[in-house]
């Protein structure tokens, strides 16, 4: 079938163009390119069959925690350039609408996602793609955090690694603790629990004997003063972030988004004769999120895709994740939950290696943005779709405000954002409107 002429499909490193997309919006993806061939896949359509099991690296509810000082008065020094939009210093706050706001006090800090289980160690229990996800009581002895991990080797999706050897060697005090998760929250809005001391030891010792350092505290200075604290700042954020991240994680609220979510979106755009369609992945790690989406609509509107402007906005605050997103090389664990007949059209296998096919590709534009940075969530442009899921579990109640508010003003009318399934807005926002699935909860952005 012919497919008529059109500006649709997105590559990545191009140049911007048209009103399509800018630098600002902190995309890597930037040109439109003539229409693209659609895609022939023999294996098209099978997408129904979704995993029989949930990932075994979902996250853990949030612990308990204990008292949250006040923030730093750090100066802002500014990361590296390795990405058309540069992740600013979060330390702006945005007013509050009354929507987005709560009596409540701040929930307690975290940064405590259950360890996944190591490749093969254990295998997936069998689980109807409808039923609800495991919710986890909430234990501030939760199961220390492993370090990040998508940004250890060339190919993303490696089974995390052991703690850093310097740990015992360079323990922090208290008051070094306060000023280094002061700082880290007012860079991010990443909150570290006081009882999660150990994990600022576990991931910032490395940093300071790679600096050839001497303590936290001078760590800390060098993040506020040395002249390379911009480059630094990066490579903190690796560091306290947690990447883990799988293709088609959640099956059973993705199938809702395939099966209830998209149908009635793709439906409105096309009898408004609008094939325009933006999703934002917002905390996207090493790219397998957008990259399940953009399959997902190959799945769903099949050799039509080529007729529609899409493009999934994914975003990151290390840029190191991002840099394995964009070259698109996973290994098999990364893709256990994945149905085989997609891997198998969708994927180029090399080896052990499995090469996201450039059909996929091109509907994804990678891009640094700091949650934290109002200034730069506002340039993203409009979605229909937003995804957040496992993020805002590491941050506290005032940055969750802050980031869902920025969703919900992001959404077109009808538009719908999901989160992880261990995650909620209970008090933080009555703005949406909630669909409840089985599995999941929709929260819809209502005219
Ligand atoms: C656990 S991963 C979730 C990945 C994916 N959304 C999923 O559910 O599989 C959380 C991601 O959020 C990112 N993140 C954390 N704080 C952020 C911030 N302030 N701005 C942007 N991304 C952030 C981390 O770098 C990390 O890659």
Redesign the pocket.
């Given at each position: 079938m012919s497919q008529p002429p059109t500006f649709l499909s997105k590559t990545l490193n191009s140049t911007p163009s048209g009103n399509q997309r800018s630098a600002a919006d902190g995309s890597s993806a930037t040109s439109k390119t003539p229409l693209q061939a659609a895609p022939s896949s023999p294996l098209q359509g099978r997408f129904s069959a979704f995993p029989r099991t949930e990932?075994p690296?979902a996250?853990a509810a949030p612990p308990a925690s204990g008292l949250r000082s006040p923030l730093s008065s750090a100066p802002a020094p500014q990361p590296g350039q390795s990405f058309p939009v540069r992740?600013t210093t979060?330390a702006d706050t945005p007013a509050q609408s009354s929507r987005f706001s709560s009596a409540r006090p701040a929930s307690p800090g975290l940064l405590g996602?259950k360890t996944p289980a190591r490749p093969f160690a254990k295998p997936n229990l069998p689980q109807s793609p409808f039923s609800r996800p495991q919710q986890t009581a909430p234990s501030p002895l939760r199961t220390p955090l492993t370090p990040?991990t998508?940004f250890r080797s060339q190919t993303a999706g490696t089974a995390p690694q052991a703690t850093s050897p310097f740990r015992k060697e360079l323990q922090v005090s208290d008051e070094e603790f306060l000023q280094l998760r002061d700082f880290i929250y007012k860079?991010?809005?990443?909150f570290i629990a006081e009882n999660r001391k150990y994990l600022v030891e576990n991931r910032l010792s490395n940093r300071i004997k790679a600096l050839n350092l001497k303590s936290y505290h001078e760590y800390y200075n060098y993040l506020r003063y040395d002249a390379s604290r911009g480059t630094e700042l990066n490579k903190l954020?690796?560091v306290?972030?947690?990447?883990?991240?799988?293709f088609f994680?959640?099956p059973p609220q993705l199938e809702i988004f395939q099966k209830n979510v998209m149908p009635g979106i793709l439906d409105k755009c096309r009898s408004a004769g609008r094939k325009k369609l933006r999703i934002w992945?917002?905390?996207?790690?090493?790219g397998?999120?957008p990259y399940t989406l953009a399959i997902i609509l190959h799945e769903l509107l099949k050799g039509e895709i080529a007729g529609w402007d899409i493009k999934i906005t994914a975003?990151?605050?290390?840029a190191a994740?991002l840099a394995a997103a964009q070259r698109g090389v996973y290994n098999e664990y990364t893709l256990r939950t994945t149905p085989k007949n997609l891997v198998e059209s969708y994927f180029l296998k090399d080896g052990q290696q499995y090469k996201i096919l450039p059909e996929v590709k091109r509907l994804v534009a990678f891009g640094?943005?700091?949650?934290?940075?109002k200034a730069q969530l506002q340039r993203v442009e409009k979605s229909q779709i937003v995804?957040?899921?496992?993020?805002i579990?590491?941050?506290d109640d005032e940055?969750k405000r802050k980031?869902i508010s920025a969703f919900y003003d992001n959404l077109e009318i009808n538009g719908a954002l999901l989160i992880?399934h261990s995650e909620s807005l209970h008090n933080i926002s009555r703005a949406f409107h909630m669909e409840h699935h089985k599995g999941t909860i929709i929260y819809r952005k209502l005219g």
């Open positions: 990932s690296s996250p992740a979060g996602e990040s998508a860079q991010c809005g990443i954020f690796e306290v972030t947690t990447n883990e991240t799988s994680r959640n992945s917002a905390g996207c790690s090493t397998e999120e975003n990151d605050l290390s994740v640094q943005i700091n949650l934290n940075d995804f957040c899921r496992n993020v579990i590491y941050f940055m980031v992880g």
